[in-house]
T-cell receptor
Framework: GAVVSQHPSWVICKSGTSVKIECRSL??????MFWYRQFPKQSLMLMAT?????????EQGVEKDKFLINHASLTLSTLTVTSAHPEDSSFYIC?????????????FGPGTRLTVL | AQTVTQSQPEMSVQEAETVTLSCTYD???????LFWYKQPPSRQMILVIR??????QNATENRFSVNFQKAAKSFSLKISDSQLGDAAMYFCAYRVSGGYQKVTFGTGTKLQVIP
């Protein structure tokens, strides 16, 4: 299947700083990528849909000014957590939709663990 | 709004035995996909099996099969000949057909495999 990578896999930052997480589709083009957040022992909650060349669509309750999403190319989307605070500590997962498959299958990255001190 | 419900937070099965994980969903759509994803301790989400709602035949993938009851909006996963590597969180998920539709996940079932 198609491969989606995330970088970094693990990051620790100080409160008040910003952190950027990259999501890349390695062997297919993804006009749409999705960003999820997963708290320990909980399910994946969709934060936003990232659209190449246009603004991201945020889910209700997600602060778009805090979680900046940029989808500058067909293979890269970035999520920037601005002015991070300890409550932003979580596991962030991206996924990309491969529209070349008949079922538009979604492939997930390995996730990024963010710890804010 | 679409919702996905997994009523079993945890399940356990003896190695080589069979276990069934339950999932129900709520939707007013007629054309959609249902999925079971596995999330091992590595946290990498792995697609286990997929079912198209318009197909009456239940999907199977080796030791994994589903019981899809469209009228009852039920989508259970059966794991046969359970192996130690099957131990993981299992998420049931739903998506309306269409390239840009989001996936809604259930709360997950933690499966323990007992040697």
């Amino acid at each position: 299947g198609a491969v989606v990578s995330q970088h970094p896999s693990w990051v620790i930052c100080k409160s008040g700083t910003s952190v950027k997480i990259e999501c890349r589709s390695l062997d297919f083009q993804a006009t749409t990528m999705f960003w999820y957040r997963q708290f320990p022992k909980q399910s994946l909650m969709l934060m936003a849909t990232s659209n190449e060349g246009s603004k991201a669509t945020y889910e209700q309750g997600v602060e778009k000014d805090k979680f900046l999403i940029n989808h500058a190319s067909l293979t890269l989307s970035t999520l920037t957590v601005t002015s991070a605070h300890p409550e932003d500590s979580s596991f962030y997962i991206c996924s990309a939709r491969d529209l070349s498959t008949g079922t538009n299958e979604q492939f997930f990255g390995p996730g990024t663990r963010l710890t804010v001190l | 709004a679409q919702t996905v419900t997994q009523s079993q937070p945890e399940m356990s099965v003896q190695e080589a035995e069979t276990v069934t994980l339950s999932c129900t969903y709520d939707t007013s759509e007629s054309d959609y996909y249902l999925f079971w994803y596995k999330q091992p301790p590595s946290r990498q989400m792995i697609l286990v099996i997929r079912q198209e709602a318009y197909k009456q035949q239940n999907a199977t993938e080796n030791r994994f099969s589903v019981n899809f009851q469209k009228a009852a909006k039920s989508f259970s996963l059966k794991i046969s000949d359970s192996q130690l590597g099957d131990a993981a969180m299992y998420f049931c998920a739903y998506r309306v057909s269409g390239g840009y539709q989001k996936v809604t996940f259930g709360t997950g079932t933690k499966l323990q495999v007992i040697p």
